[in-house]
Structures are given as structure tokens and as C-alpha cells.
């Protein structure tokens, strides 16, 4: 059974960080695609950011470009969101995603698992 567990949210002030993880267990994590998608109330869910199997490969979406940052350990089984600069837009549910065999996408039906998700919330 695959489970991917996010950690790491919470308050914070508008200018501050947070460090997302997700450990995920049964399935291939070392070859498997993961990526960060966040949901804010009454809006839809939205690509955050993406890796490749290895780590050497990422993307992001253009509004979190150079305030975000995605990375892995393999040896853990872990992806990681480290956030920076926050501001109040980002406050949202972030997930993290896993797409097994394939390459990181930003589309979110191409992944195949989601855990349940960490609540960020930034205040002004």
C-alpha cells in the first residue's frame, strides 16, 4: 500500500519559511517522479513544483520561482519543499505527489498517488 505523509506546515509570518517533507513507503521511491501541488480555499489545486527521480531535474511554477525549493533523498525515501519569502498567497493545503516510472510533470492527473496533505498559512 503506498502512503505519502506531508509534514512540516504551520503559521508563519508573511517573510518566513517553512520546510514541507513527505516520506512516502510502498512504492519505487528512487524512481518515481514527485512533485508539490497546494489547494487554497475555494480555488483549484495547483502545481507548486516538481523533481525527477534523481533530483537533477526541477520545475516550478512561475509564482513561487526563486522562494521555493524542491530536492530529495533517495536513502530516505523524502521529498522536500523548503519555502522562504512567504507571503499570504501561499497559504494553502500543499501535497505532495508521486508518479511512478514516468517523468516530473506539472499536470496533476499524470500522478498517481497524493497523501493527504499539510495546511501552510501565512499571515500579513
Known amino acids: 500500500q503506498v502512503q505519502l505523509v506531508e509534514s512540516g506546515g504551520g503559521l508563519v509570518q508573511a517573510g518566513g519559511s517553512l520546510r514541507l517533507s513527505c516520506s512516502a513507503s510502498?512504492?519505487?521511491?528512487?524512481?518515481?517522479?514527485m512533485g508539490w501541488f497546494r489547494q487554497a480555499p475555494g480555488k483549484e489545486r495547483e502545481f507548486v513544483a516538481a523533481?525527477?527521480?534523481?533530483?537533477?531535474?526541477?520545475y516550478y511554477a512561475d509564482s513561487v520561482k526563486g522562494r521555493f525549493t524542491i530536492s530529495r533523498d533517495n536513502a530516505k525515501n523524502s521529498v522536500y519543499l523548503q519555502m522562504n519569502s512567504l507571503k499570504p498567497e501561499d497559504t494553502a493545503a500543499y501535497y505532495c505527489?508521486?508518479?511512478?516510472?514516468?517523468?516530473?510533470?506539472?499536470?496533476?492527473?499524470?500522478?498517481?498517488?497524493w497523501g493527504q496533505g499539510t495546511q501552510v498559512t501565512v499571515s500579513s
Open positions: 505527489a508521486a508518479r511512478t516510472g514516468g517523468r516530473s510533470t506539472p499536470r496533476a492527473n499524470e500522478y498517481d498517488y
Open positions: 510502498g512504492l519505487t521511491f528512487s524512481s518515481s517522479a
Open positions: 523533481v525527477n527521480w534523481s533530483g537533477g531535474i526541477t
